[in-house]
T-cell receptor
Framework: GDSVTQMEGPVTLSEEACLTI???????????LFWYVQYPGEGLQLLLK?????DKGSNKGFEATYRKETTSFHLEKGSVQVSDSAVYFC????????????FGQGTELSVKP | EAGVVQSPRYKIIEKKQPVAFWCNPI?????LYWYLQNLGQGPELLIR????????DSQLPKDRFSAERLKGVDSTLKIQPAELGDSAVYLC???????????????FGPGTRLTVL
């Protein structure tokens, strides 16, 4: 079945450092790919998405490109801030499976001043 | 616009007791989801509703879990009796109907953290 694998955390960075969180997937058909973020004490929020190969999703300085050839959707940011500290989830949604989201296990990011 | 509302936010019960969680989706969202999130894991779908119909409940442990979405708006998820392994966060999400071209973004509530002692 469909699945998502993320790099394990926690990831600890200094402010203004570059961030990459790796995400790879296995899926049939043509899924949409998502990054959700969960700040402490809050619910999951959509950070960005891409619906087809070579699409780039971007939001709040974060970017991820849908790479069908490598089945990847890595999250990147050029300069992280303390306020980016959160847990990040990669997910895929397959319309032919009713649109349910399949999540990776999450990667905790901690940014130090 | 109000987001997905869930209550309670926290619940502590003893094993074998019943418990219920409530969810109010975003107005106009026909599709409602209940997810289970264990500590250190990503959410996993328990059940999906389209309006009042449960269209995917394959992952719902039906011996102890039940859910309903009367009138196609609010939903309740129940566990009876609760077991120690049910301690987790229960998330509710909603989205527009995919078939109506609403896109595939799901909006999540803050979750209910259940602790079973």
């Amino acid at each position: 079945g469909d699945s998502v694998t993320q790099m394990e955390g926690p990831v600890t960075l200094s402010e203004e450092a570059c961030l990459t969180i790796n995400c790879t997937y296995t899926a049939t058909g043509y899924p949409s790919l998502f990054w959700y973020v969960q700040y402490p004490g809050e619910g999951l929020q959509l950070l960005l998405k891409a619906t087809k190969a070579d699409d780039k999703g971007s939001n709040k300085g974060f970017e991820a490109t849908y790479r069908k050839e490598t089945t990847s959707f890595h999250l990147e940011k050029g300069s992280v801030q303390v306020s980016d500290s959160a847990v990040y989830f990669c997910a895929l949604g397959n319309y032919n499976q009713g649109g349910k989201l399949i999540f990776g296990q999450g990667t905790e990011l901690s940014v130090k001043p | 616009e109000a987001g997905v509302v869930q209550s309670p936010r926290y619940k502590i019960i003893e094993k074998k007791q019943p418990v219920a969680f409530w969810c109010n989706p975003i107005s106009g969202h026909n599709t409602l989801y209940w997810y289970l999130q264990n500590l250190g894991q990503g959410p996993e779908l328990l059940i999906r509703y389209e309006n009042e119909e449960a269209v995917d409940d394959s992952q719902l442990p039906k011996d102890r879990f039940s859910a309903e979405r009367l009138k196609g708006v609010d939903s309740t998820l129940k566990i009876q009796p609760a077991e120690l392994g049910d301690s987790a966060v229960y998330l509710c999400a909603s989205s527009l109907d995919l078939r109506q071209g609403g896109g595939d973004e799901q909006f999540f509530g803050p979750g209910t953290r259940l602790t079973v002692l």
